[in-house]
């Protein structure tokens, strides 16, 4: 269905930050009609292409074409107005303002120049009713998960230029990952959506670590390695492994050998004892066990109480009920820093506003939690401190290898890595890992599963949670199943248990 | 590798809307609410203890409008920054050279007075816009442009002159006695003027596309600019507003004095900035109503008016009272951000 002109060329593509070349001359086409997937590792340059093309970055070097025509872009707001729709990676919208105004700042509707607050909340309320979202859209964006603030993006990108035409105004929707936090069912509504638009003539440019969802829903796809163009080929030619090893450069063995890989059968004793632990608001009351080296998966759709269950743990809320005990030794749990004093350690799913200081470098974003528990007074020994950043920076394969770089400089995907350090470097008794392989290429969520494996063998327990239920099955001891914020179920992982017995449990929400 | 297995029909767990509580405690009225509390609390302290003094008369109350309408005028400027996330040290220089500037242009230079308030006005707004040029193109940090911008233009006020100009030209002082009759009691130009001010600044911030990315800017400036939003083109308005709103503020403080003076208003930007944080705006910005300012301003001048009434205390404590006042608030802000973090 390809037309013979595309809508989009970009041409011989260099974009240099100090240090690092991260496109070398990249070529890139995208057609009217068509989903066009841009693959590569973490850190290959596909979000730098993206902000290349919006004007969020200068150009070094290339072309880019927009209907016959040569632009650049100075801001996202050229880029806007020309019909480029952009959701980024990482959420970018303004949390202080409601919802409907997040879809609609900017293009408000307004008559006389006065903003008709009324008829925006009616339409934002449409919008969003579209994507089979059920919010208030009055409510401050902060008050909704990441899940649904992605969402958010989405609907805002989709509908701009509808205001005045009808919706003819986007020639390019760029999705950057959009899906790294969305259930199946979002992520089939948003297909619904993307496929609307490509019907209406709409190119579409999609990146997503999912391979699954990459041969779902695009036609064309471009694959980056290391900043350089590796191919362009259509999805119906290349199949999966074909495309691994187009992105990593090599063949790739490491799923398989996670995929034979036996979870220790035995486990130690109790590590971790929650009786009738809650949170108005929250989480229901409920009682856990985790033993010392289980691998204890939490399994529940979207706002189904996850995030909430582990913040409880580790003292991020502070519970209304119940007591936590580990090692026999009753918590406070009245802040993080007690659970921290006793050995449980937190990796967030929102790396934006809870984890990462983007201005601080590599090494001292690894260094901070460990820091902490030793408290200020006593610095590590920088040979120590050194050894250690470098290990784990090896360990992850966090790139550029590099402990000066500043971490908002990173890709998205290595700076979840350096999370991740930063908790595993503490050494915890019990680390809580929320959404860990969220952005994560597959070569890189082989790594860390592989890892999760090899810390519970050392006797580490992990509590393990993440929105493919795949990933959950594969690692954990036992499953803890959640629904309308309560533990319904506490399944013992074995061969029966599939991902489907695991919905039917979330559908009937009985204890078994 | 993904679920692709079907979903049975799972029940909507979807997120809820927050509880009440949070609701409550992370609504962004609160502290307008608290602040008018605040106000009304001290108002009845005043009636019960000064009642045989006269505090209860109106034209007490509307004083307060008479004698700090030209706060009230510089505190909506300081909102319009601090809401974008920004600060503007050059208020009170802004205001102190307004003064010199018109009353040497009428004085000295024999202006017709509409036209010296035009030029006045011009010269502020100007001003401003240069100071949100420099922060937005150079990026650098507003408190240190804006500091520049203080000295500057105390600066230039002794360039005008070193010595006071009082005014004598006869329609700045009829201008300045004209009292507007209200029934209970009365009000000056001034204090009209500054109510005006009030009721525009809430239609442009709630009202208008600038307004809303005024506060948009002040949530988060790099999302703002990937939404496409004229993030650079709305921070120099923002300055330029805040110097338009410290020349006005000038204005009305030379009816207020009748004179011009090169050390008029010193500081006069902190009691803004105070009074607009009072009011429930948060520092970091993004957050807070322009009717928050104007009940800040009123605490501010209500607690000037019951010094006075207590007679003996020396006019010192209301910088000390100040000074309490806003570590309070301060204190109530953090309070509620750490309540929406959770
Ligand atoms: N602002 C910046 N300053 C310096 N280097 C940067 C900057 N942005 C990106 N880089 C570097 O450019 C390279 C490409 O990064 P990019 O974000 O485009 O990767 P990506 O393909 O989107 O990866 P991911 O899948 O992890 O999101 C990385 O090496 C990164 O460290
Ligand atoms: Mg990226």
Redesign the interface.
């Known amino acids: 269905m390809a037309e013979p002109r595309p809508v989009l060329e970009m041409t011989g593509i260099v974009k240099e930050f100090p240090g690092v070349r991260a496109l070398s001359g990249v070529d890139f086409r995208l057609f009217p009609g068509e989903i066009h997937a841009l693959m590569g590792e973490n850190g290959a340059g596909k979000s730098t292409m993206i902000k290349v093309l919006t004007g969020v970055y200068s150009l070094d070097g290339g072309t880019i074409t927009l209907d016959g025509k040569s632009v650049r872009f100075a801001s996202p707001l050229q880029a806007q107005q020309a019909g480029i729709n952009t959701v980024y990676q990482e959420v970018n919208l303004c949390p202080n303002l409601s919802v409907a105004e997040n879809i609609f700042i900017g293009r408000e509707p307004t008559r006389f120049g006065r903003i008709q607050w009324k008829r925006m909340r009616k339409e934002a309320a449409e919008l969003v009713d579209r994507l089979g979202l059920d919010i208030d859209v009055t409510a401050p964006l902060s008050a909704y998960p990441l899940a649904v603030q992605q969402l958010v993006a989405i609907v805002r990108s989709v509908s701009t230029g509808d205001g005045d035409g009808e919706g003819q105004g986007t020639k390019v929707l760029v999705l950057d990952e959009p899906t790294s936090s969305l259930d199946r069912d979002e992520v089939l509504e948003l297909f619904r959506l993307m496929r609307r638009l490509k019907d209406d003539g709409v190119a579409i440019l999609f990146v997503s670590h999912f391979l699954d969802q990459i041969y779902e829903i695009c036609d064309r796809m471009t694959v980056l390695r290391n900043g350089t163009l590796v191919g362009e080929h259509m999805v119906s030619d290349l199949d999966q492994v074909g495309l691994i090893q187009l992105m990593i450069g090599k063949e790739l063995d490491k799923l398989e050998e996670l995929h034979e890989h036996q979870l220790r059968a035995d486990v130690g004793e109790t590590l971790l004892h929650a009786e009738g632990l809650g949170r108005t608001g929250g989480i229901a009351p409920f009682d856990l066990e985790i033993k010392k080296g289980e691998v204890v998966g939490l399994a529940g759709l979207l706002g189904s109480g996850r995030t909430e269950l582990a913040r409880l743990l580790f003292g991020a809320d502070q519970p209304d009920s119940g007591k936590v005990t580990v090692d026999d030794k009753q918590v406070p749990m009245n802040a993080p820093n007690d659970a921290i004093g006793a050995g449980v350690a937190f990796c967030s799913e929102n790396r934006k506003a809870e984890g990462l200081v983007p201005d601080l470098t590599v090494r001292e974003n690894i260094i901070l939690a460990l820091q902490a528990a030793r408290g200020w007074t006593r610095p590590i020994p920088a040979a120590q401190r050194d050894e250690l950043v470098a290990k784990y920076i090896k360990a992850l394969d966090i790139r550029p290898a590099n402990p000066e770089a500043r971490v908002g400089q990173l890709s998205g995907g290595n700076q979840q890595k350096v999370l991740l350090a930063r908790w595993l470097i503490t050494q915890p008794k019990l680390l809580i890992l929320d959404e860990p392989t969220r952005g994560i290429d597959i070569g890189a969520k082989a790594e860390i599963q592989k890892l999760v494996v090899s810390l519970s063998e050392d006797g580490m327990s992990v509590l393990y949670i993440a929105a493919e239920l795949e990933e959950v099955l594969r690692l954990s001891h036992t499953i803890g199943v959640l629904r309308d914020r309560k533990l319904v179920a506490r399944l013992t992982n074995g061969p029966e248990i599939t991902p489907s017995r695991i919905l039917e449990t979330i559908a009937s929400g009985e204890h078994q | 590798?993904?679920?692709?297995?079907q979903?049975?029909?799972?029940?909507?767990?979807?997120?809820?809307?927050?509880?009440k509580?949070?609701t409550l405690l992370?609504d962004?009225r609160l502290p307008v609410l608290v602040t008018a509390t605040l106000f009304l609390a001290m108002y009845i302290a005043g009636l019960s203890r000064y009642q045989n003094y006269g505090f209860g008369e109106p034209q007490v109350f509307l004083n307060l409008f008479i004698d700090n309408g030209y706060l009230l005028v510089a505190a909506v400027g300081a909102t319009f920054v601090i809401l974008s996330g920004g600060i503007d040290l050059s208020i009170g220089s802004v205001i102190g050279f307004t003064t010199m500037f018109t009353a040497w242009l009428v004085e000295r230079q024999g202006v017709s007075l509409p036209l010296a308030v035009l030029l006045a006005l011009g010269v502020g707004a100007f001003g401003g816009f240069l100071m949100g040029y420099v922060i937005h193109n150079f990026e650098i940090q507003p408190f240190i442009v804006t500091l520049a911008g203080l000295f500057l233009f105390r600066g230039l006020c002794l360039v005008i002159s070193k010595e006071s100009i009082s005014i004598s030209d006869s329609s700045v002082s009829s201008l300045a006695q004209t009292r507007v009759s209200l029934g209970l009691g009365e009000l000056s130009i001034g204090a009209i003027a500054a109510l005006v001010v009030i009721g525009v600044a809430f239609y442009v911030l709630?009202?208008?596309?600038f307004g809303?990315?005024v506060?948009?800017i002040?949530?988060?400036e790099?999302?703002?600019?990937?939404?496409?939003?004229?993030q650079g083109r709305t921070k120099i308005a923002v300055y330029t507003v805040s110097g338009f709103c410290s020349a006005l503020a000038g204005l009305l403080f030379m009816l207020y004095i009748q004179s011009g003076d090169p050390l008029h208003a010193v500081g006069m930007e902190l009691d803004a900035i105070a009074a607009t944080v009072i009011g429930g705006t948060l520092l970091t910005g993004?957050?807070g109503y322009v009717i928050g300012t104007l009940f800040g301003v009123l605490v501010l001048g209500l607690i000037k008016s019951i010094i006075q009434f207590e007679g003996t205390l020396s006019s010192w404590w209301t910088k000390i009272a100040t000074g309490v006042l806003l570590c309070a608030f301060i204190l109530i802000q953090r309070a509620m951000t750490a309540r929406?973090?959770?």
């Open positions: 590798m993904s679920a692709t297995t979903t049975p029909t799972a029940p909507d767990s979807r997120t809820t809307p927050p509880s509580l949070t992370g962004r709630h009202y208008t596309r809303r990315r506060y948009a002040g949530g988060n790099q999302s703002a600019m990937l939404m496409g939003l004229p993004g957050s929406k973090q959770t």
